[in-house]
Structures are given as C-alpha cells and as structure tokens.
C-alpha cells in the first residue's frame, strides 16, 4: 500500500479579521505616511536588541513601531 501525499494546510490571511495588534500596527503605518520623520541613534545592548526584535516579531509589528510606542507612552506620562 503507498502513502498518500499530504498537501499542506493553506489559509488566507487577507481573510481573517485584524488582531489588535495588527490594527494598531495599520494605524501608525497610517499616521507615519503623514508624520514628519527624524531618525535618531541609539546604542542598546545586543541581548535588549535581539529580545526587542523577537517581541515584535511575535506581535507582528516593526521593531521601529515598538520604540515609537514606548517613547510616546514615557511622554505621554507625568511625573
């Protein structure tokens, strides 16, 4: 008796509904088509690198995305 051949499972991602952070992912690709940019430097520890590229990977977003959150939420907040 031959094995069958498996067909890999296949889904449409176009299809599915937004998660969360897909969403706000789209809305700060909206806002940086807009926005005014200024590139800055910074020099951070290869390990706080790669763990910050790991989680935005894992939330689907670019690692740039991630430093302008957390840098609008430290001003955003009061002292």
Known sequence: MTAKARRPMTFDVD???PTPVEAT????V??????ER????????????RRLKARAALDGVKVQDLVEQAIDRLLSTKN
């Open 15 to 17: 299809r599915s509904p």
């Open 25 to 28: 992912a789209k809305k700060s």
């Open 30 to 35: 909206e806002l940086s088509s807009t926005t």
């Open 38 to 49: 200024q590139q800055i430097g910074a020099r951070i520890p290869v390990q706080t690198y």
